[in-house]
């Protein structure tokens, strides 16, 4: 009598201890369709890449903040859940299965960096997790993997702009490429962006690699100096592109200087080394278009800063992925990939759809001059 009294006592512990689980949990997986909708970012917030990880964070945050505002997704808030990942593999694994098992969000944005996001990518497809990377550039990232998606162009694509940019409007029939070759970014612009000229049976004057610890270009540049191309691609960050456009102007070549999107903020520190170059972006913080401007207001009245281009991309994929869900009208994992498969949104870095790798395809690339240290936007490019 006493085993079968307990037994029920129990049972009925059980049960309630479930209904209290399912009413705490913001219960998408247990079914409920009341509770705050949770999505997951994570990225490098302290650490050597800080910069790109808070950008994309806080641009999270500030989207998530104003479609809460026009009552979030059919009525139901959104909650978000971020970590720094110290754009550490072993962290970013750490944070996904947080965000999974202990937070249970039911996408995330993320990962901000192409290592970190192809730490958990496996982790992602076994899931079915829809997962929407803002600015991870790594081909393999949404290779054979049908929940992974992504918000940014792909470098390919951004060299062809750059490439296509420097034969259409500068008029370029010969280019002197210089590039890093210790880093695969860098290298792979360069090869992407000569093979255009190649196709177009134009002449690449010089093919040069440096490597990461170079400070001295001048027996580079010299040799640009003397093949006299019209233009010198430099597919690198901000910090290198600064150094050698110094040494540019020193030695007084004359030639115009075309870069890509990691010449983002060179104009901080470089202004005058850059004056009158171009380089090739996601977005332009002069481009007229309202979702634009709107934007870089909002980022500037919220954290007192401008936002930078991973921003906008962080920006614009929170906003791709809240109507996704909305127009699943429902939070199953595999509801929400076929609605990003199928969504097209026009965003602060052009319009997103993606291609049935999970790609953005046909993305708006921003053609950018540095006028007075300040980006002009010269035209915006689609390429075919």
């Not at 929400?336 to 097209?344: F, N, T």
């Amino acid at each position: 009598m006493k085993k079968r009294l307990l037994s029920g006592v129990l049972a009925i512990m059980l049960i309630a201890s479930a209904f209290t689980f399912a009413a705490c949990g913001g219960g998408d997986a247990n079914g409920d369709d009341s509770g705050p909708i949770k999505i997951g970012v994570f990225g490098p917030t302290t650490g050597p890449i800080a910069a790109y990880g808070s950008a994309v964070v806080n641009s999270v945050k500030l989207a998530v903040e104003e479609i809460n505002e026009n009552g979030g997704i059919d009525g139901r808030l959104i909650e978000v859940y971020d970590y720094d990942t110290k754009g550490d593999r072993a962290e970013a694994i750490s944070t996904y299965n947080r965000l999974k098992d202990q937070d249970q969000v039911v996408a995330i944005i993320g990962g901000t960096i192409s290592g970190e996001t192809l730490a958990v990518k496996e982790l992602a497809i076994e899931d079915n997790m829809p997962m929407l990377t803002p600015t991870a550039t790594a081909a393999d990232v949404t290779l054979d993997a049908p929940s992974i998606f992504r918000a940014c162009f792909l470098d390919p694509y951004q060299a062809a702009a750059a490439a296509r940019f420097s034969i259409d409007y500068l008029e370029a029939e010969s280019v002197a490429i210089l590039y890093n070759s210790d880093d695969a970014y860098s290298e792979g612009l360069a090869e992407s962006y000569r093979a255009v000229f190649n196709d177009e049976n134009l002449t690449v004057t010089n093919y040069i690699g440096y490597t990461a610890n170079d400070v001295d270009f001048s027996t580079a540049l010299t040799q640009i100096r003397n093949a006299n191309p019209d233009v010198i691609f430099l597919p690198d960050y901000y910090d290198s592109v600064g150094q050698i456009t110094t040494q540019i102007r020193d030695m007084g070549l004359e030639q115009i200087c075309v870069g890509v999107d990691g010449w983002d903020s060179v104009e901080i520190d470089y202004a005058e080394q850059v004056e009158g170059y171009y380089f090739v972006n996601h977005f332009a913080k002069t481009d007229p278009d309202p979702t634009v401007q709107d934007f870089i207001a909002a980022f500037a009245a919220k954290y007192n800063q401008e936002p930078n281009a991973l921003g906008a991309l962080g920006y614009d994929a929170t906003f791709v992925m809240a109507e996704a869900i909305k127009n699943a009208g429902s939070t199953d994992g595999q509801a929400i990939i076929d609605a990003l498969s199928a969504i097209e949104y026009k965003g602060v870095t052009g319009t997103i759809r993606f291609d049935e790798q999970g790609d953005a395809t046909q993305k708006d690339i921003a053609i950018i001059k540095i006028v007075d240290g300040k980006h002009e936007l010269v035209e915006k490019l689609v390429v075919e």
